[in-house]
């Protein structure tokens, strides 16, 4: 699925490319807090902190907010999950 549950997308192409149009990289900025991995479990926990303004006419900005994501890891070592908390 992609980055935002309006926009579904698969593959990894098109998911880069719809997450590269929700914000103005020119005005947003997303910084890595921390990566944990479990090799036991098979995940990989990444703690982000994200600001910006989106994409759309208005020019709305979103204030800094963190975040957590988890990349389940397969037995090949791709991601074939991630969940997000907010």
Same mark, same amino acid.
């Given at each position: 699925?992609?980055? &935002?549950?309006? =926009?579904? /997308?698969?593959?990894? $192409?098109? *998911?880069?490319?719809?997450?590269? #149009?929700?914000?103005?990289?020119?005005?947003?900025?997303?910084? %890595?807090?921390?990566? &944990?991995?479990? +090799?036991?479990? $098979?995940?990989?926990?990444? +703690? !982000?902190?994200?600001?910006? /303004?989106? =994409? %759309?006419? !208005?020019?709305?900005? /979103? #204030?800094? !907010?963190?975040? #957590?994501? $988890?990349?389940?890891? &397969?037995?090949?070592?791709?991601? *074939?999950?991630?969940? +997000?908390? !907010?």
């Amino acid at each position: 699925d992609g980055p &935002d549950p309006d =926009m579904p /997308v698969r593959g990894l $192409r098109k *998911y880069l490319d719809a997450a590269s #149009k929700l914000f103005d990289s020119s005005k947003s900025y997303s910084e %890595l807090l921390s990566v &944990d991995y479990d +090799e036991t479990a $098979r995940y990989v926990d990444v +703690e !982000w902190r994200l600001s910006g /303004v989106l =994409m %759309l006419p !208005w020019h709305p900005s /979103v #204030k800094p !907010w963190t975040g #957590k994501t $988890r990349y389940h890891i &397969d037995n090949e070592g791709l991601v *074939y999950m991630h969940t +997000e908390e !907010w």
